[in-house]
């Protein structure tokens, strides 16, 4: 073998010796010696790729403000699930708001310089003297897996 290629070998050997050093360098200084777990750095900067979706709901709450009148309210229940209750008068009206809502947040959302896309699932329930509030929860919830189950995007009524 020649100067030159045992030269260019040791070079590349050296060369994949540090990527390697530095990757285990890197992979130390985002995990916790005693646990193995994630530490503070690395959690950190998983959490800042979070914000993003926290845009997103923000701005499907000022979408769903937006799309309802005076006097309907809009909740966030946990995580992406919100709650409006209309005072509709019938299902074909409470099934017709839903629908707009569907639209706007179909609509895709700028997120930095990004557009991002959501699908919406919406149940509807009517309420009916003695039916709890749990209960017309629990018949928005179902209505809603039923849209979900048939591929989002759209609204079934219970």
Request: hydrophobic share 45%.
């Amino acid at each position: 073998m020649t100067t030159a290629v045992r030269a260019v070998t040791q070079v590349a050997d050296l060369a994949l010796r540090v990527r390697l050093a530095h990757d285990e360098l890197r992979t130390a200084a985002r995990t916790d010696a005693l646990t193995g777990l994630a530490n503070r750095l690395a959690f950190t900067e998983v959490l800042s790729t979070a914000p993003p979706g926290d845009a997103v709901l923000v701005q499907t709450a000022a979408r769903l403000r937006g799309a309802l009148r005076q006097g309907d309210v809009c909740a966030r229940l946990g995580g992406d699930e919100f709650a409006v209750l209309v005072d509709a008068g019938s299902a074909e009206l409470a099934g017709s708001i839903a629908e707009r809502l569907v639209a706007r947040l179909a609509e895709p959302f700028t997120i930095g310089d990004r557009l991002v896309s959501i699908g919406v699932s919406v149940g509807v329930a009517t309420a009916r003297p003695g039916l709890s509030a749990d209960e017309l929860l629990r018949q928005a919830d179902d209505a809603m897996y039923r849209v979900k189950a048939g591929g989002k995007n759209g609204v079934a009524t219970y």
